[in-house]
C-alpha cells in the first residue's frame, strides 16, 4: 500500500558487516541497567568475534580466552556509557583491540607507543617487488595456508589487516579504533598485503603443491 | 598529491607502486591502469594483492571460547558494582 509519503529510509551505516541483529538493542538498554542476563546475551551475541579478534593476534588459546573474558569484564563496566553513536559491535571492537594492544605492549613493548607497536621494525616488513618475477598466487591460497601466514604478519600488520580485510572496517573506523591516521592505516593495511604475499610466495616455495 | 591516470603513463615500478595503497582505496578498475598495460611485474603484484584481500574473506571468524570463559566472567561481575550503579552484577537496576 503506498501512502504517498516517503518511508524514512532505513540506516545503511554499519550495514555490511554489522545488520541489525534481533534482541540486541533490548539487550543493550538491560545491560545498561543492571541485568545480568541481558549481558549474557550480548556475550553469546558477541564472542566469537572478540574471541576471534584475540586468538588472529596471540596466536594461543589461553591467553586469547583470558583477553576474551578482560574484554568482557571491561564491557561490563563501561556499557553504561554507551551511547549508540557507533553501532554496538564496532564499539565494542574497539575496547577488545585496546585490550589487545595493552596486553602486546606489555608483553613484548612496555615502554613503545602506539605508532610503534603498529610499525614493525624494518627487516619485518615487506620488500618492495622491483623485478622478482616468479610466482604468482592465484588460486594457490586455501584457508589453513592463509591463517599461517597471518599469524606470522608482525602484530601491527596483522591487526590492520584482520580488522580491514577480514572483519571489513573501514580505515576511518580503524583509525578511530587505533588512534592512528587513515593514512597510516591505509599505508599499514598495504605492508600488510605486501608481506602476505612476501610470505605465501616463501611458503608456496617451501612446500610446492602436490 | 595522488596522480591522475595519465600522469602514471610513465611512471617507474616503485613510483607506481608507491601509488598503490590510494589506487586500491579508490576501488577503481587498476587494469586500466597505463602503467600496468606494459609491466607485467607490477601487473603480476596488483593480481597477487587483489587476491589476497579476496581470499581473506575466508578467515571470518568460526572459534567460540569455551564454555569456562563465561563462567569466570560471570563469577567476576557477581564481584563488581553493577554498571547501572547498582550493588551487585544480578541485582535489578533499581529505579527511583
Known amino acids: ?210 | 598529491m595522488t596522480k591522475t591516470r595519465s600522469d602514471r603513463t610513465n611512471m617507474t615500478c616503485a613510483e607506481f607502486q608507491d601509488q598503490l595503497p590510494e589506487l586500491f582505496e579508490s576501488h577503481s578498475d587498476l587494469s586500466a591502469e597505463e602503467h600496468l598495460k606494459t609491466c607485467e611485474n607490477c601487473s603480476a603484484l596488483v593480481r597477487d594483492l587483489e587476491y589476497i584481500a579476496q581470499q581473506a574473506k575466508l578467515l571470518l571468524p568460526i572459534h567460540d571460547p569455551s564454555p569456562g570463559v563465561w563462567d569466570k566472567i560471570d563469577a567476576a561481575i557477581q564481584r563488581e558494582p553493577s554498571p547501572g550503579g547498582g550493588a551487585g552484577g544480578n541485582q535489578p537496576p533499581v529505579r527511583t
Open chain 1, 1 to 210: 500500500m503506498s501512502t504517498g509519503q516517503t518511508a524514512p529510509k532505513p540506516v545503511q551505516q554499519h550495514m555490511r558487516r554489522n545488520p541489525p541483529i534481533a534482541g540486541e538493542a533490548e539487550a543493550i538498554q538491560a545491560a545498561q541497567g543492571g541485568d545480568a542476563r541481558a549481558f549474557e546475551t550480548l556475550y553469546a551475541l558477541h564472542k566469537r568475534r572478540v574471541y576471534s579478534l584475540c586468538l588472529r593476534m596471540l596466536g594461543n588459546v589461553a591467553e586469547a580466552e583470558d583477553l576474551t573474558q578482560e574484554a568482557f569484564l571491561q564491557l561490563y563496566r563501561k556499557i553504561a556509557t554507551f551511547r549508540g553513536d557507533s553501532a554496538f559491535s564496532t564499539w565494542l571492537h574497539r575496547l577488545a583491540v585496546n585490550v589487545v594492544l595493552m596486553h602486546l605492549r606489555k608483553k613484548g613493548l612496555p615502554q613503545v607507543s602506539l605508532e610503534e607497536t603498529l610499525e614493525p621494525s624494518q627487516e619485518d616488513g615487506p620488500r618492495k617487488d622491483i623485478g622478482a618475477r616468479d610466482l604468482m598466487l592465484s588460486g594457490s591460497i586455501d584457508r589453513v595456508t592463509l591463517e599461517r601466514a597471518v599469524e606470522n604478519l608482525p602484530p601491527g600488520y596483522r591487526l590492520v589487516f584482520v580488522l580491514h580485510d577480514v572483519e571489513g572496517y573501514e580505515h576511518n573506523e580503524i583509525a578511530d579504533m587505533l588512534a592512528c591516521s587513515i593514512g597510516n592505516s591505509k599505508s599499514q593495511l598495504h605492508k600488510a598485503r605486501m608481506k602476505l604475499r612476501d610470505l605465501l610466495r616463501t611458503g608456496a616455495r617451501k612446500e610446492p603443491a602436490v
